[in-house]
T-cell receptor, first 109, second 113 residues
Framework: GQNIDQPTEMTATEGAIVQINCTYQTSGFNGLFWYQQHAGEAPTFLSYNVLDGLEEKGRFSSFLSRSKGYSYLLLKELQMKDSASYLCAVRDSNYQLIWGAGTKLIIKP | IAGITQAPTSQILAAGRRMTLRCTQDMRHNAMYWYRQDLGLGLRLIHYSNTAGTTGKGEVPDGYSVSRANTDDFPLTLASAVPSQTSVYFC????????????FGEGSRLTVL
């Protein structure tokens, strides 16, 4: 079966750096997405990786290794507003998105 | 700029009743999706449409139906609601089935008693 694994919850300190890992086993691969979801709100797009390597976008970066079935989302200079759930999703060979359960990130002052 | 609009935002429904969740997008996206989100689980695809006039079943389609009469609208119908359909429902759209990220509506919280 298809599977996306992420840690359930992580805690970090304001101003610090945190890395959220995502491993996947899917039928084919056509890209990996990271979304941010604040409590009670809709998911919003953060990043997209289809080739190996690091994609940087401001304080957020996302890394992909297709051979390892692995990605991470790196958040720098954490702010209180970064407290949210972070969702990893893989587009499979049928172009359907397979979603992880999400990682709840708690930021402490 | 609306993006994707869902209605209602919240609804309490008696088991056995019929319910339609509405979804409208103004981005002229070809692909649209309905997901449900339950605590501890990832988003699960109910139904999708790659273009107007076509629909397909996702991971959890039983008890739900959809239609795509035009590009903008993609309603989700629960023919006879059951308590296990209590969930938060998100409508989403993308330029195409294989292009672009998904844009989500604000969600519809449905409680079936």
């Amino acid at each position: 079966g298809q599977n996306i694994d992420q840690p359930t919850e992580m805690t970090a300190t304001e101003g610090a750096i945190v890395q959220i890992n995502c491993t996947y086993q899917t039928s084919g691969f056509n890209g990996l997405f990271w979304y941010q979801q604040h409590a009670g709100e809709a998911p919003t797009f953060l990043s997209y990786n289809v080739l190996d390597g690091l994609e940087e976008k401001g304080r957020f970066s996302s890394f992909l290794s297709r051979s390892k079935g692995y990605s991470y989302l790196l958040l720098k200079e954490l702010q209180m507003k970064d407290s949210a759930s972070y969702l990893c999703a893989v587009r499979d060979s049928n172009y359907q998105l397979i979603w992880g359960a999400g990682t709840k990130l708690i930021i402490k002052p | 700029i609306a993006g994707i609009t869902q209605a209602p935002t919240s609804q309490i429904l008696a088991a056995g009743r019929r319910m339609t969740l509405r979804c409208t997008q103004d981005m002229r996206h070809n692909a649209m999706y309905w997901y449900r989100q339950d605590l501890g689980l990832g988003l699960r695809l109910i139904h999708y449409s790659n273009t107007a006039g076509t629909t397909g079943k996702g991971e959890v389609p039983d008890g739900y139906s959809v239609s795509r009469a035009n590009t903008d609208d993609f309603p989700l119908t629960l023919a006879s609601a059951v308590p296990s359909q209590t969930s938060v429902y998100f409508c989403a759209s993308s330029e195409g089935q294989d292009t672009g990220e998904l844009f989500f509506g604000e969600g519809s919280r449905l409680t079936v008693l």
